[in-house]
């Protein structure tokens, strides 16, 4: 086969590329010759390739519809072509490919053949379907959790309506009270999960952590189920910490339930909050911050599990039982409230939930180890 007439500077670019394939084809779509790293990639010998149509990169329902050879005509008529799709590897894999065909001519602008670049942006398609499946995600929940804090607007103004008419029998008026109290702290952290789907600015302000968490203790125990055990170890006094508290409880309440998720045959669950130095990252120094730790005796998770429970929509509960939007948020609320959120596991011996949070405005971490 003649090999046609290329621009010196063609071949360079053909060979230089090094993480894009590269074709060089004849005016009538046949391989002349690929890259190292289409070699690398479709895993064929040159004998395979070179001679065949380049056609052989598209789908066999673009190659039916005839856009191989729209493909060269547009590229001869207007200077390129570009488009994205799929593609096929080697094997039979399927990629998503940013492609670019440009015509090659000799001195007297006559066609002489043609050069395809190909660049696998199958990551970079699925991380933006994924960043509008959570723009949907967040959509849906704004619209859950306004519909939600309406109901408990209504329950809460029922239970305050009915509260004068309950006789003090036993226990009747604390059960009213506690009711009361629950459906208020609903409301708050609705309003707050709210903010969150909005991506609204939270109001962090100075949290007594170890009178929060005594607060928030009996809801703990009742989210915890009959066959868990929950424990706090918060030495007082200790610095304030600098966050949004409705955010704080949903974040504990929000651990504790995934501690109880993990301990199907029930166990213990350790809330303990300490003050602690943390060097940040330049290395100059460190920042008092208050680290809060939920720990469990659960299942554990392995080192595979435990690089994607950040993933959101990703989960290791049963169908029906977890959205997987949980551990992103409580990470989202660590970062924005200048601090840190942690996780450690291991299959058997149970999850360590670490959030480190700022004591003061000026203490605020240029970006924690």
């Given at each position: 086969?003649?090999?046609?007439?290329?621009?010196?500077?063609?071949?360079?670019?053909a060979g230089?590329l090094?993480?894009?394939?590269v074709?060089?084809?004849?005016?009538?779509?046949?391989?002349?010759?690929?890259?190292?790293?289409?070699?690398?990639?479709?895993?064929?010998?040159?004998?395979e390739?070179?001679?065949?149509?380049?056609?052989r990169?598209?789908?066999?329902?673009?190659?039916?519809?005839?856009?191989?050879?729209?493909?060269l005509?547009q590229?001869?008529?207007?200077?390129?072509?570009?488009?994205?799709?799929?593609?096929?590897?080697?094997?039979?894999?399927?990629?998503?490919?940013?492609?670019?065909?440009?015509?090659?001519?000799?001195?007297?602008?006559?066609?002489v053949?043609?050069?395809?670049?190909?660049?696998?942006?199958?990551?970079?398609?699925?991380?933006?379907?994924?960043?509008h499946?959570?723009?949907?995600?967040g959509?849906?929940?704004?619209?859950l959790?306004?519909?939600?804090?309406?109901?408990?607007?209504?329950?809460?103004a029922?239970l305050?309506?009915?509260?004068?008419?309950?006789k003090?029998e036993?226990?009747?008026?604390?059960?009213?009270?506690?009711?009361?109290?629950?459906?208020?702290r609903?409301?708050?952290?609705?309003?707050?999960?709210?903010?969150?789907?909005?991506?609204?600015?939270?109001?962090p302000?100075p949290?007594?952590?170890?009178?929060?968490?005594s607060?928030?203790?009996?809801?703990?125990?009742?989210?915890?189920?009959?066959?868990?055990?929950?424990?706090?170890?918060?030495?007082?006094?200790?610095?304030?910490?600098?966050?949004?508290?409705?955010?704080?409880?949903?974040?504990?309440?929000?651990?504790?339930?995934?501690?109880?998720?993990?301990?199907?045959?029930?166990?213990s669950?350790?809330?303990?909050?300490?003050?602690?130095?943390?060097?940040?990252?330049?290395g100059?120094?460190?920042?008092?911050?208050?680290?809060?730790?939920?720990?469990?005796?659960?299942?554990?998770?392995?080192?595979?599990?435990?690089?994607?429970?950040?993933?959101?929509l990703?989960?290791?509960?049963a169908?029906?039982?977890?959205?997987?939007?949980?551990?992103?948020?409580?990470?989202?609320?660590?970062?924005?409230?200048?601090?840190?959120f942690?996780?450690?596991?291991?299959?058997?011996?149970?999850?360590c939930?670490?959030?480190?949070?700022p004591?003061?405005?000026?203490?605020?971490?240029?970006?924690m180890?």
């Amino acid at each position: 086969m003649p090999q046609p007439r290329t621009d010196p500077r063609d071949r360079h670019f053909a060979g230089t590329l090094i993480d894009q394939t590269v074709y060089m084809l004849d005016p009538n779509g046949r391989i002349i010759s690929w890259n190292a790293v289409a070699r690398r990639l479709d895993g064929l010998a040159d004998d395979e390739v070179v001679g065949s149509h380049f056609s052989r990169l598209y789908t066999e329902a673009e190659r039916e519809a005839g856009v191989p050879v729209r493909v060269l005509e547009q590229a001869a008529r207007e200077g390129r072509s570009e488009r994205e799709g799929w593609r096929v590897r080697g094997g039979g894999r399927r990629i998503w490919v940013h492609a670019l065909v440009s015509p090659m001519r000799d001195r007297e602008d006559a066609l002489v053949g043609f050069v395809k670049v190909t660049r696998d942006i199958t990551r970079q398609r699925e991380m933006l379907l994924q960043a509008h499946r959570m723009e949907a995600v967040g959509h849906l929940t704004a619209g859950l959790v306004h519909d939600f804090n309406n109901l408990l607007a209504v329950l809460l103004a029922s239970l305050q309506r009915l509260r004068p008419s309950v006789k003090d029998e036993g226990n009747a008026t604390d059960l009213l009270d506690t009711a009361v109290q629950v459906a208020q702290r609903g409301a708050a952290l609705t309003r707050r999960m709210l903010a969150f789907a909005r991506r609204r600015e939270q109001a962090p302000e100075p949290v007594d952590v170890s009178a929060l968490i005594s607060d928030l203790l009996p809801m703990l125990r009742q989210a915890a189920g009959p066959l868990a055990r929950v424990e706090t170890r918060c030495p007082v006094p200790i610095a304030e910490a600098l966050a949004d508290p409705s955010l704080l409880e949903m974040a504990l309440l929000n651990l504790v339930i995934n501690a109880r998720d993990a301990m199907p045959d029930g166990g213990s669950v350790v809330i303990s909050a300490c003050e602690e130095a943390v060097p940040v990252q330049d290395g100059c120094g460190s920042v008092r911050c208050v680290c809060l730790t939920v720990a469990d005796q659960g299942q554990g998770m392995d080192e595979a599990t435990l690089a994607r429970v950040m993933e959101p929509l990703f989960t290791t509960k049963a169908e029906g039982k977890g959205t997987g939007l949980g551990l992103p948020m409580i990470r989202d609320f660590a970062e924005r409230s200048g601090g840190h959120f942690d996780l450690r596991s291991r299959p058997g011996e149970g999850t360590c939930a670490e959030i480190r949070l700022p004591v003061q405005v000026s203490d605020r971490p240029r970006g924690m180890v």
